[in-house]
């Protein structure tokens, strides 16, 4: 837990200034860059030392502070407000392939075994350094925009590689602080504190489907002994969850009748569902049991198959916030991406964090009601935006600043 609180807490100062480092050396190489940080941080698990451990969990901070705020850069410019949709479908599913393939790959790598050798641990993190390796040279290959007038932006929308090597210093240093500026003026603007709410709530989620969920089916001993494989398995159906989400979700977006609002309500009510039937079928204590587990029961006797089930209706239900969430973002800040996806990402990592905080302490029930309590505000919040962004669309204000 020290590990991640770590790494959230650098997450979420760096991401002021991500917005400045895309600016200064442009999405592209911000991503790839950022990549080597990641290569680096996985490659620590071949051999963990304790300093090698910490360091890296300050630089992965960083870095994934400017990887978030560059992709989401260049997913804007690379949409229009047409294909923005799509596309966030589109990279939500690809980016969460990560949670099927990899948990797959362990449960079925660890499969019996009571204990990981340091021959198992090598395997698998020299496996995964190489494939962090091959994808972050694979960020040269995503395309420059179409667009002339895009191309003749400021050095967010420039690859570092091209002409943005002869821009003077002093420029590239009033674009950084131009960039640190509007991600400041954004963070109180009426539209941005109103998405908060709903970019507070994925926070928290994250942190319950990602930290909390797994652990507290691998603490139900009514189980028995498959419960800490169950973990993993857990994983898969969450990834599944969101891969089926940002892959239906891009398919609709050609819809006109199936908007964000209607997505972003589908969402909570799956949601809302989730967490009853994980109410009734894990034990309150779960989350802070021992490393022996509980042996107590909920309302029913525990269910694998409906933990299960819950495992994917919270990944489908993280889905439609996340897609619609990038989408609406896109649309609304085409011309600020860059600070948008930094203020997004700075109030995510935030509430995560305060979320991994009290998993330690708080009974599920409190858990899951923090959950719902956030889900339904955020859920009104955004509607409201979406509602207002609409309106001005349609009266000619081309999303202007409400």
């Not at 942190?207 to 857990?234: H, P, W």
């Not at 600020?336 to 991994?356: G, T």
Request: charged residues 10%; contains cysteine; glycine residues 8%.
């Amino acid at each position: 837990m020290l590990r991640m609180a770590v790494i959230y807490g650098v997450f979420s100062a760096s991401n002021l200034v991500a917005p400045s480092v895309v600016a200064v050396i442009g999405p592209q190489f911000s991503m790839f860059i950022s990549g080597l940080f990641y290569s680096a941080y996985i490659a620590t698990f071949i051999q963990p030392f304790t300093w090698t451990f910490y360091t890296a969990s300050v630089f992965i901070g960083i870095a994934a502070a400017v990887l978030w705020t560059a992709q989401g850069n260049c997913l804007t410019i690379n949409s229009d407000e047409n294909t923005i949709g799509r596309n966030s479908g589109i990279f939500w599913a690809l980016l969460q392939f990560s949670l099927f393939f990899g948990n797959l790959f362990i449960y079925f790598a660890w499969k019996g075994k009571s204990r990981i050798s340091d021959a198992d641990r090598r395997t698998v993190f020299i496996a995964l350094t190489v494939i962090s390796l091959v994808g972050t040279v694979l960020f040269f290959l995503i395309r420059k925009p179409d667009s002339p007038a895009s191309l003749e932006e400021d050095a967010i929308l420039e690859d570092s590689t091209n002409a943005e090597i002869n821009v003077p210093l002093e420029n590239k240093m009033l674009k950084a602080l131009d960039a640190f500026k509007k991600s400041l003026k954004l963070c109180i603007t009426k539209r941005m504190l109103l998405l908060s709410v709903s970019i507070a709530y994925t926070g928290l989620e994250l942190t319950f489907f990602s930290g909390v969920y797994g652990t507290c089916i691998g603490s139900v001993n009514r189980f028995g002994a498959q419960a800490k494989s169950l973990i993993g398995l857990s994983g898969i159906f969450i990834g599944l969850g969101e891969i089926l989400g940002g892959g239906l979700f891009s398919l609709l977006s050609k819809k006109k009748q199936c908007g964000r609002n209607l997505i972003v309500l589908l969402g909570i009510v799956i949601h809302a569902l989730a967490f009853y039937l994980i109410f009734f079928n894990i034990p309150a204590d779960a989350p802070i049991a021992s490393s022996t587990g509980t042996n107590n029961k909920a309302y029913m006797n525990p269910s694998v198959t409906l933990a299960l089930f819950c495992s994917f209706l919270l990944g489908f239900g993280d889905s439609c916030f996340n897609t619609q969430l990038l989408s609406i973002l896109g649309v609304l800040y085409s011309e600020d991406s860059a600070p948008a996806f930094a203020v997004f990402k700075f109030v995510q990592s935030i509430s995560a964090a305060v979320a991994f905080f009290y998993s330690n302490y708080l009974l599920l029930q409190w858990q899951l009601l923090i959950l719902v309590i956030f889900g339904f505000f955020g859920t009104i919040s955004f509607f409201i935006v979406e509602w207002q962004a609409v309106a001005l669309s349609s009266q000619g204000s081309a999303y202007s600043s409400i």
